[in-house]
């Protein structure tokens, strides 16, 4: 039967993407087949909490079932932990290499539920960038890391109370736990221009690429960097 989501999407353009997936030069090594066995679900820790198999994914694109492909694209490739458990697969077949295409695919091409599924990570980029760590305690929001599990709710829910606990200086950075030097963040900076990590943030969140970009190349110009 087939899907009902996704059917305002014309059709050309799910065979479009699913081309781009299954040019990639990484395809032909991460799928053999499938025998449906089940051992990379029974492998899998996202499968155990989300409605989520990685048996499916290669099947769908073993079959060229363009439409579940598309789902799948939109839905299912987000549950996925990039843990890769599922490499034990007999046929020898790669799941989270297939994803890790297919979110590369995703990423690039801007659709709309890739920025809805990384909104609150563009956050992190973000942080990264500009004091070396990661996430500091005004990030953790529901809202913004729903598949943290229900301890970013809570967490959230009593946030003032977990920061009388840290030193007031850790509220919105984490400057107090490590230092980062401002060499080894412009050289992230770079490295992410050189390899287009910088061209997939623009297709994720524009205004956040801009502003990155602005920040560091100042900042490159300032430490004497420059980027050929």
Not at 8 to 28: W, Y
Not at 67 to 85: A, G, H, I, K, R
Not at 106 to 121: D, I, P, R
Request: charged residues 25%; aromatic residues 10%; proline residues 5%.
């Amino acid at each position: 039967m087939p899907s009902q989501l996704y059917q305002e999407v014309p059709l050309a353009e799910k065979e479009r993407l699913f081309q781009l997936v299954k040019s990639d030069a990484r395809f032909d090594s991460y799928l053999y087949g499938c025998y449906e066995c089940g051992i990379c679900v029974a492998a899998c820790p996202s499968a155990r909490f989300y409605d989520f198999s990685p048996r499916k994914i290669t099947q769908t694109l073993a079959r060229e079932d363009v439409e579940l492909f598309y789902e799948q694209l939109n839905d299912d490739v987000w549950n996925c932990s990039q843990c890769f458990s599922c490499l034990r697969c007999p046929r020898q077949n790669s799941p989270g290499g297939l994803i890790t295409i297919m979110r590369e695919v995703a990423v690039n091409n801007g659709l709309k539920t890739t920025q809805e599924a990384l909104a609150g990570y563009t956050r992190i980029i973000y942080k990264i960038m500009t004091t070396g760590t990661q996430v500091s305690p005004d990030m953790l929001q529901e809202d913004a890391f729903p598949d943290w599990g229900p301890q970013v709710k809570e967490v959230a829910a009593n946030l003032e109370l977990w920061r009388r606990a840290l030193p007031p200086e850790t509220l919105h950075t984490t400057g107090l736990s490590w230092d980062v030097e401002e060499r080894t963040m412009h050289e992230l900076y770079m490295i992410w221009k050189l390899t287009g990590v910088m061209d997939m943030i623009t297709a994720l969140d524009e205004g956040l690429h801009d502003i990155m970009e602005e920040i560091m190349e100042d900042a490159l110009e300032d430490s004497g960097l420059t980027i050929d």
